[in-house]
C-alpha cells in the first residue's frame, strides 16, 4: 500500500511537519511505500519533504492531507482521483492576526473558507480532536501521534521545589497569549512570587511581533522573561525539565502538543479551557476559566507552593500521556487508511 502524505508547508519546528514525519515512520514500519510532498518547504528541511509540483500518484495510491492553513495549490490534490483522507489540525481564526501580519490573517481566512470544500470533496474526514472534527461534521478522530520522550525518570514524582519557573511552548502569535503571561508573571514578582520567571520558547510570527513582546517583557517584568526558538528536541526538554509549571493561557487550540509534553516531563499545568484544551488535558491541569489575570496568578502560585496539589497534578498528568498511547494513535490511522484501499 502506498500512502502519500500532503501538507500546505514544511518547516522543521512545525508541529503538523513533525506529525507527518512521525506517521511516515511508522508507514514504513509497516511496509507501506509513498511520498511527502508541501506546496512551501523551509529550506531548512534538507529534501525531507519533496515539492508538491510534480506529483503523480499511481490512481490506486492512497492520500493523507493534513489541512493546517491555505496553499493555492492544494486544490489541485483534491482534483485527483486518489481516494483521500482530510485530517484537520485546525486553521487559527483571522481575526487574531489582522493587525500583526495581514498576510497571513488572509491565508487563514482562506484556509478557514476552504476547509469544508475540501472536506466536502475527501472521501474521509477526520480530526487530530473532536473539536476539529466536529468542524467538518465528523465523528472521527485521528490523535496526534505522541511518542514520550521520557523526560524524567520512570516513577518520579516533581518535588515541591524552591525554584518558580514559567514555561509556555508555542508559536509566539496574538492568540497564543505570551503578552498575558508576561503580564501575570510581573503580577506573581510584585505580589506573590518574587522571583518568578517566565520562558517564552517558539518561532515568532514575524520580527516585529517578537519586538513588542520583548519590549513588554522589559516595561512590565525587566530580567524576568526569556525567549528562545529553534531548539533541538534535546534542549527542548531541557527547558521542560527546569520547569516549574507550564502556563498556557492561548485563545485558540486544535490540539497544544505541548500539554503532553508537560504531562510527560511531570511538570504540572495551568492552561485557559480554550479549545481542545479541556478535552487533552482532562483532570490534569488546573483550568483557569477567567480572564482576570489575578486569579490565574493565584492559580500558579498554587501550582508552585502546594506540594501534594502538584503530585496529585504529576499523577493525573502521567495517566493522560497514558491515554494518548501511540499504538492506540496508530491504529486508529491504520484502519481509517485501509478503508480506502
Not at 107 to 134: E, H, I, M, T
Not at 162 to 187: M, T, Y
Not at 206 to 216: C, F, M, S, T, V
Not at 278 to 296: K, M, N, S, Y
Request: hydrophobic share 45%.
Amino acid at each position: 500500500m502506498n500512502v502519500h502524505q500532503v501538507l500546505s508547508g514544511a518547516g522543521p519546528v512545525d508541529a503538523v511537519t513533525r506529525q507527518a514525519l512521525a506517521w511516515r515512520e511508522r508507514f514504513s514500519a509497516w511496509g507501506w511505500g509513498g511520498t511527502d510532498v508541501a506546496v512551501n518547504i523551509d529550506p531548512r528541511m534538507n529534501g525531507a519533504v519533496a515539492p508538491l509540483a510534480g506529483f503523480a500518484p499511481a490512481p490506486d495510491d492512497v492520500l493523507l492531507v493534513h489541512y493546517s492553513a491555505y496553499a493555492q495549490r492544494l486544490a489541485s490534490v483534491m482534483d485527483l482521483p486518489n481516494r483521500t483522507l482530510l485530517l484537520s489540525h485546525n486553521v487559527t481564526p483571522a481575526r487574531w492576526l489582522w493587525d500583526h501580519d495581514a498576510m497571513i490573517a488572509i491565508q487563514c481566512s482562506l484556509g478557514r473558507r476552504q476547509l469544508p470544500q475540501f472536506a466536502a470533496r475527501a472521501d474521509a474526514v477526520a480530526g487530530v480532536s473532536a473539536y476539529n472534527a466536529s468542524e467538518l461534521g465528523s465523528d472521527t478522530v485521528i490523535p496526534i501521534l505522541f511518542e514520550s520522550a521520557e523526560r524524567t525518570s520512570e516513577g518520579a514524582i516533581a518535588p515541591l521545589r524552591v525554584r518558580s519557573r514559567l514555561l509556555f511552548v508555542g508559536r509566539l502569535s496574538p492568540h497564543k497569549r505570551q503578552d498575558e503571561l508576561i503580564r501575570v508573571v510581573a503580577l506573581l514578582r510584585r505580589n506573590r512570587v518574587p522571583d518568578a520567571t517566565l520562558t517564552l520558547v517558539g518561532e515568532p510570527l514575524n520580527p516585529a511581533y517578537r519586538r513588542a513582546l520583548g519590549e513588554l517583557a522589559d516595561e512590565l517584568a525587566p530580567g524576568a522573561v526569556t525567549f528562545a526558538s529553534g531548539l533541538s528536541d534535546d534542549a527542548l526538554a531541557e527547558r521542560y525539565r527546569d520547569a516549574d509549571v507550564f502556563v498556557s493561557l492561548s485563545e485558540h487550540e486544535g490540539f497544544c502538543v505541548p500539554l503532553l509534553e508537560a504531562f510527560d516531563a511531570s511538570v504540572p499545568v495551568v492552561a485557559r479551557p480554550s479549545g481542545r484544551i479541556p478535552e487533552v488535558a482532562g483532570r490534569a491541569a488546573l483550568l483557569a476559566d477567567d480572564h482576570d489575570l489575578a486569579v490565574v496568578a493565584e492559580l500558579v502560585a498554587l501550582a508552585l507552593e502546594d506540594g501534594d496539589l502538584r503530585d496529585e497534578l504529576v499523577r493525573r498528568g502521567r495517566a493522560r500521556v497514558e491515554a494518548y498511547a501511540p499504538e492506540r494513535t496508530a491504529e486508529t490511522m491504520r484502519a481509517a487508511l485501509e478503508a480506502l484501499r
